[in-house]
């Protein structure tokens, strides 16, 4: 029998593996970015000036400035030494309902920032929320009737909780904020999943439910409520829950949890937080490590990256589509390989259209209006670690593909926070 313990020792065995990949354990330079310089500068010594956000680069002839591009235009960049910060990690997205304004919000080893990007070419920085405790590489957000959640992979955090209208009256820009609320009956965790039907949120990777979900109920946003949680799949990594409105008609209505658990996927029925259900799990062949998928808009596919096979089987960056039709018996229904040897992390649907955080090779936007018949086809891309496509962690962490404007959030390790838009 594996105990708790054990799985945390594994865990943390493969955190300071995937942390030597990503961060070099050699390095001597703290992880330092490099000195950045910008189309924008007038001064001829950027030593003297600085880093500064960078302008509208339009995607012309496969170039926006030292981007390589196709179909997509830079908006803006804000690098990371504005956000005084040495790593970027998760990002997400809030639009104030009231005021039509949109933000993107981005984890940084050491908080969370804040950005107006309502006029793309002219983001507004306008302030962090510092992490709970120490700092950590493993940061990420969501958000809930106008408030932010947020937990990180640092000893003691919690779930961080920030009430977002208050950005509406920032005059002093960037500030440092403070949160509304910390949830803490849990300390470090790597994820959080929330379903806005329903107003709860799920803690993945934390040490309680053998780092399975933890139930929160958060329809009252400050006073967060524990409801439980579900041990039986296991540690899981990254996870998407759903109220179920797919061809499953068994299922119909249902809130069902669909677990990245390391080395498969877990689908659970958690209607009942007293009494989650498990409905199936499903392998897949050369799994290397099983990290985060999403469905089709229909929910009837399910896009999955593995985030170590690029590494461990030398394959191109690879997607493995899921046949969700039986919720109870999930199939792989066809497997999708990027045009290079890039390492897959997050990806999201929306509409037809595919956008994958492919680390190094950017951001991959591919259609997937054909994928009942096993068809998906890059039709653009944003590439925001120009140096190579190496198999390595480094580039593009996340993207956020839902703002009404159809602008896209698109955070890099070192490069910062990029706003691009199709053409």
């Known amino acids: 029998m594996v ?16 942390f030597c990949l990503m961060y070099s354990c050699a390095s001597d330079d703290g992880g330092l970015p490099d000195p950045v310089t910008t189309e924008n500068d007038t001064n001829d010594d950027p030593v003297d000036d600085g ?95 106008n408030h932010a959640f947020i937990v990180a992979e640092a ?54 439910f053998e780092g399975g ?38 299922h119909l209505g249902k809130e069902i949890f669909i677990g990245s658990n390391e080395d498969q996927i877990v689908i659970v029925d958690i209607s009942d937080k007293a009494n989650p259900i498990a409905l199936a799990s499903s392998e897949y062949s050369n799994v290397g490590y099983t990290h985060q998928g999403w469905f089709t808009e229909d929910q009837r596919y399910f896009l999955l990256g593995d985030e170590l096979d690029e590494i461990q089987i030398g394959n191109r960056s690879r997607t493995i589509v899921f046949d969700f039709s039986d919720l109870d018996a999930p199939v792989v229904h066809t497997t999708y390989l990027g045009p290079t040897f890039a390492i897959d992390h997050n990806g999201y649907v929306q509409n037809n259209d595919f956008y994958l955080a492919n680390y190094t090779a950017g951001m991959r936007l591919i259609d997937i209006s054909d994928i009942a018949a096993t068809n998906l086809t890059e039709v653009a891309f944003f590439d925001t670690y ?9 580039g593009v962490w996340s993207v956020y593909p839902y703002l009404p404007s159809g602008n896209v959030i698109v955070s890099d390790i070192t490069g910062g926070l990029f706003i691009v838009a199709r053409q």
């Open 155 to 208: 000893e003691g955090h919690g779930m961080q909780v920030f009430d977002l209208t208050r950005l509406r009256d920032v005059t002093t820009a960037p500030e440092t904020f403070t949160a509304d609320a910390v949830l803490g009956e849990f300390g470090s965790a790597h994820n959080i999943v929330i379903n806005e039907d329903s107003g709860y949120a799920y803690i993945v990777g934390a040490s309680s």
């Open 3 to 18: 105990t708790l313990k054990t799985k945390l020792v594994f865990g943390g065995f493969m955190a300071m593996v995937l």
């Open 213 to 250: 979900p933890l139930f929160v109920n958060i329809q009252d946003p400050i006073n967060p409520v524990v409801e439980g949680g579900y041990a039986d799949g296991n540690y899981t990594h990254d996870a998407q829950v759903v109220t179920y409105n797919g061809p499953d008609t068994e």
């Open 51 to 145: 880093p500064s956000i960078i302008g509208f680069l339009a995607c012309d002839g496969g170039q926006a400035g030292s981007y390589p591009c196709n179909g997509i235009d830079l908006m803006s960049q804000i690098p990371l030494e504005i956000f005084t910060a040495l790593r970027g990690n998760d990002s997400w997205g809030w639009v104030d309902s009231t005021t039509g304004r949109e933000y993107a919000l981005m984890g940084l080893n050491n908080g969370t920032a804040f950005v107006d990007i309502t006029s793309p070419s002219n983001p507004v920085y306008l302030g962090k929320l510092p992490s709970a405790t120490s700092s950590s590489n493993w940061r990420d957000i969501k958000t809930y009737n």
């Open 386 to 394: 120009p140096d190579n496509d190496d198999t390595s962690f480094n």
